[in-house]
């Protein structure tokens, strides 16, 4: 039995990670210039001696009024700090609670597929959560301790429940590379127990790995820009080996940015496997539905002086009427790192795209890195 590292698209999901951790650390400015919401759905990090509708039920005995979202900074949300406390302190637990705010950005940015939704979080600042052994079982023959070998890095870090779907992502990733395509996982923790000033919970992993499935076929299209080529030279794999979760190599990456460069701003790229239970054999066929081909309507730049701006402008080479090239705004968070004069800045971006006109307006805000995001501890 095979144990794979990273995949590829175990590398996206990291990708996706830093750049939800550069999300939660834009300005509080944003939240004003991007319109941000009067009220929010909350949700609870780490508090071990509750699951999360027993929190929800304990509150909204304590504060009848409470409904499901709380507006932020309010007198609501610090009622409900002080609530958690004095829930702490009755069972003997002396605790400093905070929140943290998403980002505006974090409200509309796309999330890795299982991520939570954006919320604000409460949780324990101190005592400390720790995690403390995560335990695996049962699953597939040689490979625990591939499983317990990928996860270890999680003990002894904080524990929080919205971290669960990593912890999950990365288990699913990890038989799915080994031919398990219908694997179940289920996380929970057990009792938290004192160490010293902090507390520990051990996660404890439940897998169903179902069957391991074999290729049985794997063919490309690469669509009208490469109508009729072969392109199973970037096959990583053939029929009868054990089903991987990337069957395809770098082929999915290269053509989205092919497509992409050449304005198909909607280009979608999909290969869902086809399986044969009663066989346990899968086949895969990769398409790609290019969409419309955009052009650039309309470029807009918040919070730079004129010369940063006109610097920011040459440094995306993207000009109205040119075909909108998805990429070329991708590579230009690593030329505004090495300029000068944009180093010290971040930036999100905004492309609106009209399908109906195949046009795009697209927005770059710029802000300070050293701006820090809304956190409130008390």
């Known amino acids: 039995m095979r144990s794979k590292s990273l995949s590829f698209y175990r590398n996206c999901l990291l990708t996706v ?40 039920i ?51 940015a796309q999330r890795a597929p299982g991520a939570p939704p954006p919320a604000i979080v409460f949780s324990i600042l101190n005592p400390q959560i720790l995690v403390g052994k995560i335990l695996i079982a049962p699953a597939p023959e040689g490979l625990t301790a591939a499983l317990q070998n990928s996860l270890q890095a999680r003990e002894g870090h904080e524990y929080s429940s919205r971290q669960d779907w990593l912890v999950h992502s ?13 694997a179940e996982v289920d996380i929970a923790h057990d009792t938290p127990r004192k160490d010293g000033s902090r507390y520990l919970v051990n996660l404890l992993i439940s897998v169903k ?35 991987d979760d990337n069957q395809f190599g770098p082929l999915p990456v290269q053509l989205r940015a092919y497509y992409e460069q050449r304005g198909y701003a909607d ?22 539905t290019p969409g419309p081909v955009y052009h650039l309507h309309s470029l807009t730049i918040h919070n730079l002086d004129p010369d940063s701006e006109k610097k920011a402008r040459e440094l995306l080479g993207l000009n109205v009427g040119d075909l909108y ?10 030329k505004i790192s090495a300029d000068a004069a944009l180093a010290a800045y971040g930036l999100t971006f905004s492309p609106a795209k009209n399908k109906a006109t195949a046009a795009v307006d697209l927005t770059l805000d710029f802000y300070k890195v050293d701006d820090k995001s809304s956190v409130t501890v008390k």
Not at 72 to 97: C, H, N
Not at 170 to 182: M, T, V
């Open 267 to 288: 280009v979608q790229i999909k290969a869902p496997p086809i399986l044969d239970r009663g066989n346990g054999l899968v086949s895969y066929h990769l398409e790609v």
């Open 170 to 182: 990365n288990i699913i990733q990890e038989l799915e590379s080994n031919g398990y395509l219908e």
């Open 58 to 108: 304990q509150l909204k005995k304590r504060m009848p009024a409470l409904g499901e979202e709380i507006a932020p900074d309010s007198d609501t949300l610090r009622k409900m700090r002080d609530t958690l406390k004095e829930m702490l302190k009755e069972k003997g637990i002396q605790a400093d609670v905070q929140t943290e705010e998403p980002s505006s950005f974090a409200l509309t």
């Open 325 to 334: 090239d998805g990429m070329a705004v991708d590579l230009f968070y690593r």
């Open 209 to 243: 790995p179902g069957p391991q499935y074999h290729i049985a076929s794997i063919t490309a299209d690469g669509g009208p820009l490469l109508q009729g080529q072969d392109l199973s030279r970037f096959f990583t794999q053939k029929r009868g080996d054990i089903a």
């Open 17 to 56: 990670l830093i750049l939800s951790a550069a999300i939660a650390g834009l300005p509080q400015m944003a939240k004003q210039t991007q319109g941000y919401p009067s009220h929010l759905p909350y949700a609870f990090s780490n508090f071990v001696w509750w699951n999360d509708e027993e929190l929800r």
